[in-house]
């Protein structure tokens, strides 16, 4: 049974499932806006808004633990930490929005574009 299990595992490795989140959170870090699958766009959401809590804190300990998220990255961290965080700095939550665009003509896969509101 799932009790408690509440993650999608996508057909992949942990390892795989980690570097999957990792580079969807870059490419909406640096692009404001990535169209993904519906799950993909669903477990992204929660991992994006605790980096985005994190850095609105600012400081050494939540930098590096942020960096340490995204895999030592340091100009989407710095631009995560300069331009992002400081816009949401009055709102307690809900930064993501995720808009379904329909399903995907060649395998039916449910489509959704995921940005920063």
Do not use: C, W
Not at 17 to 23: D, F, K, P
Not at 25 to 50: C, D, M, Q, S, Y
Request: hydrophobic share 40%.
């Amino acid at each position: 049974m799932r009790h408690a299990n509440n993650k999608r595992k996508f057909g992949r490795t942990k390892n795989q499932r980690i570097a999957l989140v990792n580079s969807l959170a870059l490419n909406l870090i640096v692009r404001g806006k990535i169209k993904t699958t519906e799950p993909k766009a669903k477990e992204l959401r929660p991992f994006i808004e605790k980096l985005i809590t994190n850095a609105k804190k600012n400081n050494t300990a939540t930098r590096r633990l942020v960096l340490k998220k995204l895999s030592n990255r340091r100009p989407e961290v710095k631009k995560l930490f300069e331009t992002i965080a400081p816009k949401y700095a009055d709102r307690k939550g809900g930064y993501t929005r995720i808009l379904k665009l329909g399903v995907r003509k060649a395998d039916g896969a449910p489509m959704a574009v995921i940005e920063f509101v």
